[in-house]
């Protein structure tokens, strides 16, 4: 599909609530499946992503019914899940695939993970490793990729130091060790958002003060209100700070603060941006958040310790940065080139064809911002739902917009982009295949 993005008619105004968080949507449904009773999940997010870790679940024997963003699920506690007949689809999502592998790396029986084309061209040895460790029968194709194979085995415990700050390795080795015997616990070089262990503990098993996990936990039925994803939120934010009188509303959005590291830049960058925290009893901070509209942005640094806190949106950084006045240096982003595509590269190539002046790295880039964009007649997201979003924020700021190609992987994350958009006055079209 292609998605066409053309300048706002006037400022961009009114609310919205984005939709549920994808990363809490996944742990929500995986750890409800393991748990012992019923589980009740609002504002689930209604994705493609998220549909495949329910299609995965059901095929384990889980009962799951959906009615919109409301979910209610009958765990398999103690019983365990049943043997899938065939094999377990995860379409494009990394975070499915990495998290169920945890799983099923201790269940009684055989199972095979596989993916689209874009998720079997992602890393997996940074959970293989882990879990081989743990005891672990676990095996990839090529170099180190998906399809997976697992033939389910006893586990032990790990204290496992990760090489890298990602919550989907973390998520898969604490996973893992609620089926192992002994104590696991995962280091990281720079904490990664914690979601997982949040959740753990409001399904019954906390971990205790030095982060360790008890093997055997036994999880009970809970309920669990998903916040409005941050990671979806930036994109009608970006856009009215980039809009000129643009005054709008983000509902309801996480505020976990190992995700909050976009707003942090933005503010640096000269964004107005008033945080309303909103009191409730669930493991996960949210409130609204009001964007209003304050003139050019300011050029900032981003160092390898902020990555984690916002790594999902330095591509709507790059396009902010894009348009601001200075150079915007980005550093101790590696983990960009191994996403859904080399989002590094795919930004990078966008800005140039823009007249953007970029200079890329193994782990960032230099972005020397522009007041006005080229026009150019269309942009190719690699089948990246958040490049493709993320050069739709760009597209408002050139003179006659522009035309994205394979935009059609925005329904990954963010079904309803081009309608909440559009209800706040931007001017997005899907125009069709290509």
């Not at 909103?278 to 902020?306: C, F, H, K, M």
Request: with cysteine; glycine share 12%.
């Amino acid at each position: 599909m292609l998605l066409e993005s053309r300048p706002a008619a006037g400022a961009l105004l009114g609310a919205l609530t984005p939709p549920g968080d994808k990363s809490m949507s996944h742990r929500a449904l995986i750890l409800g499946a393991l748990a012992t009773g019923e589980t009740r999940i609002e504002g689930l997010l209604d994705s493609d992503d998220v549909r495949a870790t329910a299609a995965a679940l059901r095929q384990l024997g889980v009962l799951l019914a959906v009615e919109g963003t409301q979910v209610r699920l009958m765990g398999r506690g103690a019983e365990g899940f049943d043997p899938p007949t065939g094999a377990l689809d995860m379409g494009n999502s990394g975070t499915a695939m990495r998290l169920l592998a945890g799983v099923l790396a201790a269940q009684p029986f055989a199972s095979r993970l596989v993916g689209d084309a874009s998720l079997s061209r992602r890393p997996m040895r940074r959970i293989i490793e882990p879990l081989r460790a743990m005891g672990a029968d676990i095996s990839a194709s090529g170099e180190g990729r998906a399809p997976l194979t697992i033939v389910g085995r006893p586990l032990h415990g790990l204290d496992y130091a990760s090489p890298v700050a990602s919550a989907q390795v973390k998520s898969c080795v604490l996973l893992a060790g609620l089926f192992a015997k002994g104590r696991t616990r995962v280091r990281e070089p720079v904490p990664s958002r914690d979601h997982t262990e949040r959740m753990l503990g409001l399904f019954g098993a906390p971990l205790d003060a030095q982060g360790w996990l008890e093997g055997g936990a036994q999880l009970h039925g809970s309920r669990f209100r998903v916040p409005a994803d941050i990671s979806s939120a930036a994109f009608p934010l970006a856009a009215a700070v980039l809009t000129p009188g643009s005054d709008i509303l983000l509902r309801n959005v996480g505020l976990n603060s190992t995700r909050t590291g976009l707003l942090d830049a933005v503010r640096a960058m000269g964004a107005d941006l008033e945080i309303r925290l909103t009191p409730n009893s669930d493991s996960e901070p949210s409130g609204d958040i009001r964007v209003r509209y304050s003139g050019r942005l300011r050029a900032i640094n981003i160092n390898g310790e902020q990555i984690p806190g916002m790594v999902d949106e330095i591509p709507v950084l790059m396009a902010l940065a894009a348009t601001a006045e200075g150079m915007t240096r980005i550093r101790g982003a590696a983990e960009l080139r191994l996403k859904e595509s080399d989002r590094l590269a795919v930004m990078g190539g966008a800005l140039r064809a823009l007249d953007v002046g970029i200079q890329l790295y193994a782990d960032g880039a230099d972005i020397e911002g522009r007041e006005s964009l080229r026009d150019v007649a269309e942009l190719d997201s690699a089948g990246d739902h958040r490049c493709a979003m993320s050069l739709a924020v760009l597209g408002t700021r050139t003179g006659v917009g522009l035309r994205i190609r394979q935009a059609q992987y925005i329904a990954t994350s963010y079904p309803d982009f081009v309608r909440h958009m559009n209800s706040l006055g931007a001017n997005l079209r899907m125009v069709g295949k290509v």
